[in-house]
């Protein structure tokens, strides 16, 4: 992976890839690719690992940086579809590394829920710049909500439940109706119809991401968390679009 300006970070205690994504303002997939070598379940205190930052990132020692919010470094502005793209790659990552966790029963699942926590806060935080505080947070809460209920899927799937895991599902794409209600009724842009498809789409594909992780058919399972990313991306592109758009009819940018 070719970058102009690469920096070798030294991997310190409580570093994982999600905290440096935020802090370089790149992605995590994007750091995974420039270090094909390293285990991303398992850094190591003292480890070398080469990262790209992102257009947001100014270096400490350079004159007016305004550090890490997560978000951008240039007053809240940034380029919106590259902001909403990273915050929801992000989910998708933090979300295949908490299914990994958990079908292997490895010590980090709590980090990985924490991380998935606060990536629900940075994708509410972008949607703040146009919606008033109230909205923002129901936004932030069902996003949060969602990361909770897919933990459960992972856990009935796991151990068999088939009926729990039926209820599951009808729950998962419950709340992703009222994200989708929610951004639709703050957003005319927005075609609800549209929003719940995608949302849908999600839930559908996670869990097949899920049963094939879990079962053991990682081929599969691997080409799904492909299929996955590329409808994150559409799906982040058409929040952006919707915001900027209304934005310029509004007069707000």
């Known amino acids: 992976m070719n970058c102009s300006n690469s920096i070798e970070h030294t991997v310190e205690a409580g570093d994982t890839l999600y905290k440096l ?44 940086n305004t550090g890490d919010s997560g978000i951008s470094n240039n007053n809240g502005k940034g380029n919106l579809k590259e902001l909403m793209r990273m915050a929801w790659l992000n989910h998708t990552y933090l979300l295949r590394m908490l299914l990994v966790s958990m079908a292997a029963d490895l010590p980090d699942q709590q980090e990985l829920v924490t991380a998935l926590i606060d990536n629900a806060e940075e994708i509410a935080d972008l949607f703040g710049r146009y919606y008033p505080e109230n909205t923002v947070n129901s936004l932030r809460d069902l996003l949060v909500r969602q990361v909770e209920l897919t933990g459960g899927l992972i856990t009935q799937k796991k151990e068999g439940r088939a009926k729990d895991t039926e209820e599951q599902v009808r729950r998962l794409n419950e709340n992703a109706d009222r994200i989708a209600e929610l951004l639709a009724s703050a ?35 691997l080409q799904t968390f492909w299929n996955i990313q590329r409808q994150i991306i559409a799906m982040a592109d058409y929040l952006a679009s919707g915001l900027e758009t209304e934005a310029k009819e509004s007069g707000l940018r």
């Not at 094909?36 to 480890?47: D, E, F, T």
């Not at 849908?200 to 081929?219: F, K, P």
């Open 21 to 64: 994504s935020r802090q370089y303002k790149t992605t995590v997939s994007s750091i995974i690719l420039s270090n094909p070598r390293i285990n991303p379940y398992n850094l190591q205190i003292g480890m070398k690992i080469e990262i790209c930052p992102g257009r947001e990132y100014t270096r400490p020692e350079m004159p007016g």
């Open 187 to 221: 957003t005319p842009e927005y075609e609800e119809s549209v929003l719940k498809e995608m949302f849908r789409m999600h839930v559908d594909l996670t869990g097949q991401e899920i049963s094939e992780r879990l079962a053991g058919n990682y081929e599969k399972d």
